[in-house]
Nanobody, 125 residues
């Protein structure tokens, strides 16, 4: 079992930045591909970014490519999402996800085994 806890959400103006963190506990963190999803009010959950177990492979949704950066520190059992140039359309609850697979593509295809509880990100115009 893996427990995931997100932090770092909040209210920011358009053009600003936030860094989300996802702290993992339980089984060996470095075994898992990790990623971020988000869900805006009235919309379906969507993929944001994914990272392989080693950090060597990353994937991004087209809507965030060039603005967001995913990373992980296996020594600290923590994953990050640096969000820059935020837009009002980035407003959503952001969820941390983990898959019992080394490959980031597992997250991209939403074969997720564990979810965090979510953290709210609100971008004002």
């Amino acid at each position: 079992q893996v427990q995931l806890v997100e932090s770092g959400g909040g209210l920011v103006q358009a053009g600003g930045s936030l860094r989300l963190s996802c702290a993992a506990s339980g089984r060996t963190f470095s075994r898992y591909a990790m990623g971020w999803f988000r869900q805006a009010p009235g919309k379906e959950r969507e993929f944001v970014a994914a990272i392989s177990w080693s950090g060597g492979g990353t994937y991004y949704a087209d809507s965030v490519k060039g603005r967001f950066a995913i990373s992980r520190d296996n020594a600290k059992n923590t994953m990050y999402l640096q969000m820059n140039s935020l837009k009002p359309e980035d407003t959503a609850v952001y969820y941390c996800a983990a898959a019992d697979s080394p490959a980031a593509q597992t997250i991209v295809s939403e074969r997720v085994d564990y979810w965090g509880q979510g953290t709210q990100v609100t971008v004002s115009s």
